[in-house]
């Protein structure tokens, strides 16, 4: 069977970028914008004058002087600034049980909600309400909780810093901890690990280390469709002649060769620049292997060199000075044998040596990672073997050389510097208590695991959401969904309409808010926001477009309102702090004084970096050192049944998270469909399966420990260069298969990436042509 005969597949011989990104982006602003919106924003993307792309937390260039073209971040910013429109006449006219059998493409697709809406049981509809009626029934709900610990209150990593942290004190001051946040299912491997490492949950490199080292590894991250404008600095590297290693069960092609917009004559010749020197197909799962494996290399090697008298190829200086717990990660390395590391990998002994030969050469080294890495069951040790790697040879804390962990939303990393955590440390509870003169909640919170587990259990019963899609980007679709429907009170603070506002709790509400595009006026005039990006770079934001509606309010101005329905004796002047959003960042300083002189400092174009410790080799740990940790084994995931396969759930070209902007996965050859299984031809032949048959998926193991049966069914296989053992599909369709218990204990983050699966011929008929629109593919 030729691959032709798949509807919808057909391998992508092109570059990143290029003329097909061009075409892209044309096709995602026609179907979105209106011409004068459309050449008025993209103008005003990552400008020092303009807004923060609401795409990727990569940072912009310190000299932002011309449009730095990215095609996702065009159909980010083109999603946000579209034309159309969700009416309160649409929604009189549809009931919510007809909008359910809408696909998530659809939900989205119908535009920007321009009223605030309440659920209406009799009519089974959405119907518009006044702001102060809303805010009313919200404070009305939440107060008659027996106790604030029964509400979560979720953020998603678009809100600003000034939102958020308006947000966190409300929270506080209305008494929980309860603060289930994207990050939790994103990065908390991260920021759990790598303060037990470093000192510092943050990476620890700027942009401008990346123009001065000289070896980069890409672990378990797809920057041509996540972090788009990360190319070009992969480009300029690899142009000098850095070699770029690359760590993925999957070819991704942004990591193979990219073609540059921004160069004219590359564009024109058809040129593209090679990124990856090196590309190791590892199995899912097997990074520890591989980094233990380099590890093993560097200390033979290094013993080697000192018995002839040269240089270790370990820093022993800056290990002696700065860490503690070599001995002990030696031992553990040294016990791990070649052949356990080979078969966890999948990767020969000498593949793992010749990538640990380019790190032990390179004086200067850049580790990069992403969603491969963290979202495992042993995502904190995965992370904290990143780091040792890294500290071995003294890779951390000088130019040219660090940690670098791709973030996701635009201000995930923002929300958490300024109060979004489930586990308040003694300083921040200080700065509230010394700003504000309430006690906040000391008890921790739940996260987002803890927070759907509580209301599946009916221990919590109010659900604020913050922006995001939380029921559909959580693990275990359909159990999440039917404990979403247990909750008295469900509010949605949203630009678009999604899956989860239509899972209706006794009291249901959706509030419309501004976007990051669109200018934002209050009672001193327009105002601009701040965000974080993945490199401790603080900057302003703010949006130029005309707001989709009048009725739009800025996310502080909602808050506010929330806040002051909900506390009749709050301490906060909330009006006066959105009045002029100045004043918030003077609250965000004396809370958290890592911000001092917040709104001077920011008003200089490019903004500021916040101080990471660790970047300046200063380790806050208990013993004021960097700590080598051990990962016990080399299972990052629960043990696969003999016939099981390793299934990944990954984001096509044309999506981005739970919005899909389109049905297409370019770079992976993918048209017009979701309902894809990416196969090993060896697999499928083991199995009895051809590319183009359909196939049903059975979650296995740790996903049915609970006697439930996990599984989608009807997804059509295709061949494709994928580690042997590994298949990927997309996320969210393959979240049925995961259980909200299959997640890395140390951090809560879902095992996304590891999911163990049994895939057999589908019960469904088979019909290859069939060419069903993606469905929220709920078996
Ligand atoms: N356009 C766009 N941009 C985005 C997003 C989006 O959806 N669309 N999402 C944003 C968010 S919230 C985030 S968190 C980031 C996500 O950015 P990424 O971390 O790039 O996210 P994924 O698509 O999940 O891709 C993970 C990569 O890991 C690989 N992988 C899977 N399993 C393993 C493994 O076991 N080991 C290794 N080494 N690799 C593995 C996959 O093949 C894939 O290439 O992007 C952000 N930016
Ligand atoms: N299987 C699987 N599941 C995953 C992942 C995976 O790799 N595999 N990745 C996980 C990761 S890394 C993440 S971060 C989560 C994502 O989880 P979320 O952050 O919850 O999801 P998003 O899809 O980004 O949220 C999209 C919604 O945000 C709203 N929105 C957009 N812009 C704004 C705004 O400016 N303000 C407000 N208030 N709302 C806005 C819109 O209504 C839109 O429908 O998913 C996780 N789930
Ligand atoms: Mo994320």
């Given at each position: 069977?030729?691959?032709?005969?798949?509807?919808?597949?057909?391998?992508?011989?092109?570059?990143?970028?290029?003329?097909?990104?061009?075409?892209?982006?044309?096709?995602?602003?026609?179907?979105?914008?209106?011409?004068?919106?459309?050449?008025?924003?993209?103008?005003?993307?990552?400008?020092?004058?303009?807004?923060?792309?609401?795409?990727?937390?990569?940072?912009?260039?310190?000299?932002?002087?011309?449009?730095?073209?990215?095609?996702?971040?065009?159909?980010?910013?083109?999603?946000?600034?579209?034309?159309?429109?969700?009416?309160?006449?649409?929604?009189?006219?549809?009931?919510?049980?007809?909008?359910?059998?809408?696909?998530?493409?659809?939900?989205?697709?119908?535009?920007?909600?321009?009223?605030?809406?309440?659920?209406?049981?009799?009519?089974?509809?959405?119907?518009?309400?006044?702001?102060?009626?809303?805010?009313?029934?919200?404070?009305?709900?939440?107060?008659?909780?027996?106790?604030?610990?029964?509400?979560?209150?979720?953020?998603?990593?678009?809100?600003?810093?000034?939102?958020?942290?308006?947000?966190?004190?409300?929270?506080?001051?209305?008494?929980?901890?309860?603060?289930?946040?994207?990050?939790?299912?994103?990065?908390?491997?991260?920021?759990?690990?790598?303060?037990?490492?470093?000192?510092?949950?943050?990476?620890?490199?700027?942009?401008?280390?990346?123009?001065?080292?000289?070896?980069?590894?890409?672990?378990?991250?797809?920057?041509?469709?996540?972090?788009?404008?990360?190319?070009?600095?992969?480009?300029?590297?690899?142009?000098?002649?850095?070699?770029?290693?690359?760590?993925?069960?999957?070819?991704?092609?942004?990591?193979?060769?990219?073609?540059?917009?921004?160069?004219?004559?590359?564009?024109?010749?058809?040129?593209?620049?090679?990124?990856?020197?090196?590309?190791?197909?590892?199995?899912?799962?097997?990074?520890?292997?591989?980094?233990?494996?380099?590890?093993k290399y560097l200390l033979v090697e290094d013993a080697k060199a000192l018995a002839e008298g040269m240089?270790g190829v370990v820093?022993h200086?800056?290990?002696?000075?700065?860490?503690?717990?070599?001995?002990?990660?030696v031992?553990?390395v040294e016990?791990?044998?070649?052949?356990?590391?080979?078969?966890?990998?999948?990767?020969?002994?000498?593949?793992?040596?010749?990538?640990?030969?380019?790190?032990?050469?390179?004086?200067?080294?850049?580790?990069?990672?992403?969603?491969?890495?963290?979202?495992?069951?042993?995502?904190?040790?995965?992370?904290?073997?990143?780091?040792?790697?890294?500290?071995?040879?003294?890779?951390?804390?000088?130019?040219?050389?660090?940690?670098?962990?791709?973030?996701?939303?635009?201000?995930?990393?923002?929300?958490?510097?300024?109060?979004?955590?489930?586990?308040?440390?003694?300083?921040?509870?200080?700065?509230?208590?010394?700003?504000?003169?309430?006690?906040?909640?000391?008890?921790?919170?739940?996260?987002?695991?803890?927070?759907?587990?509580?209301?599946?259990?009916?221990?919590?019963?109010?659900?604020?959401?913050?922006?995001?899609?939380?029921?559909?980007?959580?693990?275990?679709?359909?159990?999440?969904?039917?404990?979403?429907?247990?909750?008295?009170?469900?509010?949605?603070?949203?630009?678009?309409?999604?899956?989860?506002?239509?899972?209706?709790?006794?009291?249901?509400?959706?509030?419309?808010?501004?976007?990051?595009?669109?200018?934002?006026?209050?009672?001193?005039?327009?105002?601009?926001?701040?965000?974080?990006?993945?490199?401790?770079?603080?900057?302003?934001?703010?949006?130029?477009?005309?707001?989709?509606?009048?009725?739009?309010?800025?996310?502080?101005?909602?808050?506010?309102?929330?806040?002051?329905?909900?506390?009749?004796?709050?301490?906060?002047?909330?009006?006066?702090?959105?009045?002029?959003?100045?004043?918030?960042?003077?609250?965000?300083?004396?809370?958290?004084?890592?911000?001092?002189?917040?709104?001077?400092?920011?008003?200089?174009?490019?903004?500021?970096?916040?101080?990471?410790?660790?970047?300046?080799?200063?380790?806050?740990?208990?013993?004021?050192?960097?700590?080598?940790?051990?990962?016990?084994?080399?299972?990052?995931?629960?043990?696969?049944?003999?016939?099981?396969?390793?299934?990944?759930?990954?984001?096509?070209?044309?999506?981005?998270?739970?919005?899909?902007?389109?049905?297409?996965?370019?770079?992976?050859?993918?048209?017009?469909?979701?309902?894809?299984?990416?196969?090993?031809?060896?697999?499928?032949?083991?199995?009895?399966?051809?590319?183009?048959?359909?196939?049903?998926?059975?979650?296995?193991?740790?996903?049915?420990?609970?006697?439930?049966?996990?599984?989608?069914?009807?997804?059509?296989?295709?061949?494709?260069?994928?580690?042997?053992?590994?298949?990927?599909?997309?996320?969210?369709?393959?979240?049925?298969?995961?259980?909200?218990?299959?997640?890395?204990?140390?951090?809560?983050?879902?095992?996304?990436?590891?999911?163990?699966?049994?895939?057999?011929?589908?019960?469904?008929?088979?019909?290859?042509?069939?060419?069903?629109?993606?469905?929220?593919?709920?078996?």
């Amino acid at each position: 069977m030729s691959d032709k005969d798949v509807p919808g597949f057909e391998p992508y011989d092109g570059p990143a970028g290029g003329w097909g990104a061009l075409g892209a982006v044309a096709r995602a602003l026609s179907g979105q914008m209106a011409i004068a919106r459309e050449s008025i924003a993209l103008h005003k993307v990552n400008q020092p004058q303009g807004f923060d792309c609401p795409g990727c937390a990569w940072p912009d260039p310190k000299e932002t002087s011309s449009f730095e073209f990215c095609e996702n971040g065009a159909k980010a910013v083109s999603w946000e600034a579209t034309a159309k429109r969700v009416k309160p006449e649409f929604f009189a006219t549809n009931k919510v049980a007809d909008l359910w059998n809408l696909t998530d493409y659809t939900l989205e697709g119908l535009g920007r909600l321009t009223h605030p809406l309440v659920y209406d049981h009799a009519s089974d509809t959405y119907q518009p309400i006044g702001w102060d009626a809303a805010f009313e029934r919200i404070g009305a709900a939440l107060r008659a909780l027996p106790d604030p610990d029964m509400a979560e209150f979720y953020t998603s990593g678009r809100a600003s810093n000034e939102a958020a942290f308006l947000y966190q004190l409300f929270v506080r001051e209305f008494g929980t901890n309860n603060f289930p946040d994207c990050s939790n299912m994103c990065h908390e491997a991260t920021s759990v690990g790598l303060p037990q490492s470093l000192g510092s949950g943050k990476g620890t490199v700027t942009l401008d280390d990346f123009e001065h080292c000289d070896a980069i590894f890409c672990i378990g991250h797809n920057p041509g469709t996540n972090h788009p404008r990360m190319l070009s600095t992969l480009r300029e590297a690899s142009l000098r002649g850095v070699p770029i290693v690359v760590l993925n069960p999957l070819p991704e092609r942004g990591l193979e060769r990219f073609t540059s917009p921004q160069h004219p004559v590359e564009m024109i010749t058809n040129r593209s620049v090679r990124i990856a020197s090196t590309y190791y197909k590892l199995k899912i799962g097997g990074d520890v292997a591989v980094l233990k494996g380099m590890m093993k290399y560097l200390l033979v090697e290094d013993a080697k060199a000192l018995a002839e008298g040269m240089p270790g190829v370990v820093d022993h200086d800056f290990i002696e000075a700065n860490t503690s717990g070599f001995d002990a990660l030696v031992a553990d390395v040294e016990a791990t044998e070649w052949h356990a590391i080979e078969r966890k990998s999948g990767l020969t002994r000498a593949e793992i040596e010749h990538a640990a030969g380019i790190y032990a050469r390179a004086s200067k080294v850049i580790v990069c990672y992403g969603m491969g890495i963290t979202q495992h069951a042993h995502g904190t040790e995965n992370v904290q073997q990143i780091a040792n790697l890294l500290l071995m040879r003294g890779n951390i804390g000088r130019e040219g050389a660090g940690i670098c962990p791709l973030r996701g939303h635009s201000n995930v990393q923002g929300d958490r510097t300024v109060g979004i955590t489930e586990k308040p440390n003694a300083a921040l509870n200080e700065g509230i208590r010394k700003t504000y003169g309430f006690e906040p909640p000391v008890e921790h919170g739940h996260d987002a695991v803890a927070a759907v587990i509580a209301i599946r259990e009916g221990r919590s019963k109010a659900l604020v959401a913050l922006g995001g899609n939380l029921a559909v980007a959580m693990p275990d679709t359909e159990e999440t969904f039917a404990a979403m429907r247990g909750l008295d009170l469900a509010v949605h603070i949203a630009t678009k309409l999604n899956r989860s506002h239509l899972i209706i709790a006794k009291e249901s509400l959706i509030l419309p808010c501004l976007g990051r595009t669109e200018l934002d006026e209050q009672a001193t005039g327009p105002q601009a926001v701040t965000v974080e990006d993945s490199m401790s770079m603080v900057h302003a934001s703010a949006g130029t477009l005309t707001p989709a509606s009048e009725h739009l309010r800025s996310e502080p101005w909602i808050v506010r309102g929330i806040a002051n329905a909900t506390l009749p004796d709050t301490k906060v002047d909330w009006d006066r702090l959105v009045g002029d959003y100045n004043l918030i960042r003077d609250d965000i300083e004396k809370v958290f004084p890592i911000f001092y002189d917040f709104n001077k400092r920011v008003n200089v174009p490019g903004g500021f970096r916040l101080r990471v410790a660790a970047s300046e080799r200063a380790w806050d740990t208990p013993d004021k050192r960097a700590q080598f940790l051990i990962a016990r084994g080399l299972d990052e995931d629960e043990p696969l049944g003999d016939d099981d396969l390793m299934l990944t759930t990954i984001r096509s070209h044309d999506q981005y998270n739970t919005t899909i902007y389109g049905l297409n996965d370019r770079y992976r050859g993918v048209t017009g469909r979701r309902d894809v299984i990416f196969m090993h031809e060896k697999d499928l032949a083991a199995r009895g399966l051809r590319q183009g048959d359909r196939i049903d998926v059975f979650a296995t193991g740790v996903n049915v420990a609970d006697g439930k049966e996990r599984a989608v069914r009807g997804f059509t296989a295709v061949a494709f260069d994928i580690a042997e053992g590994s298949v990927a599909m997309y996320y969210p369709e393959g979240n049925a298969l995961i259980a909200l218990e299959s997640h890395d204990r140390r951090s809560g983050t879902p095992a996304y990436k590891s999911v163990p699966v049994r895939i057999v011929a589908s019960t469904l008929p088979a019909d290859p042509r069939d060419k069903r629109k993606a469905s929220h593919a709920v078996a």
